[in-house]
């Protein structure tokens, strides 16, 4: 294992790849797990989206920006393309999916004694942590890409 000093601070080669092979996992896990529910939606269609957006008193198009947080976010997190960006979209989406599906389940327990918006918190604050991490060296775009 390498250590060389930068600056101020002190790198451990050894401990900068485990650092980035776990961005590399969140951003695997984050990204395939969300593809899900995108791809059920490209064939379900956002008809159930636009209807809750409508209701909500905003124009039903705001709908199909549920794309760009299941799928094209997702795949940029995926192959570390603009990952902070992406990520940033994937919060939003979750605060706007609770707020305007989920928020009367907010302190509900499930059946099985997890908390009812477990998954929902999952796609949240592993988001939150790609937006502070980034992707790491592992992605198509570096650990110097813009955004990452």
Same mark, same amino acid.
């Given at each position: 294992? *390498?250590?060389? *000093?930068?600056?101020?601070?002190?790198?451990?080669?050894?401990?900068? +790849?485990?650092?980035?092979?776990?961005?590399? %996992?969140?951003? #695997?896990?984050?990204?395939?797990?969300?593809?899900?529910?995108?791809?059920?939606?490209?064939?379900?269609?956002?008809?159930? %989206?636009?209807?809750?957006?409508?209701?909500?008193?905003?124009?039903?198009?705001?709908?199909?920006?549920?794309?760009?947080? *299941? #799928?094209?976010?997702?795949?940029? %997190?995926?192959?570390?393309?603009?990952?902070?960006?992406?990520?940033?979209?994937?919060?939003?989406?979750?605060?706007?999916?609770?707020?305007?599906?989920?928020?009367?389940?907010?302190?509900?327990?499930?059946?099985?004694?997890?908390?009812?918006? *477990?998954?929902?918190?999952?796609?949240?604050?592993?988001?939150?942590?790609?937006?502070?991490?980034?992707?790491?060296?592992? +992605?198509?775009?570096? #650990?110097?890409?813009?955004?990452?």
């Amino acid at each position: 294992m *390498e250590t060389r *000093e930068t600056g101020t601070v002190r790198v451990v080669d050894g401990a900068r +790849s485990a650092d980035d092979l776990g961005k590399l %996992i969140l951003r #695997i896990m984050l990204a395939g797990l969300l593809l899900f529910h995108g791809i059920a939606k490209v064939f379900s269609g956002p008809g159930f %989206i636009m209807d809750v957006v409508a209701k909500a008193g905003l124009p039903s198009a705001l709908g199909y920006l549920v794309y760009v947080g *299941e #799928i094209v976010a997702p795949l940029l %997190i995926l192959f570390g393309i603009m990952t902070r960006a992406a990520a940033l979209v994937v919060v939003v989406n979750m605060v706007v999916a609770v707020a305007l599906v989920h928020a009367s389940q907010f302190l509900d327990i499930s059946k099985t004694g997890g908390w009812a918006l *477990e998954l929902q918190a999952f796609y949240f604050f592993t988001a939150l942590a790609l937006v502070v991490m980034g992707a790491g060296r592992y +992605s198509v775009a570096g #650990i110097n890409g813009r955004w990452n």
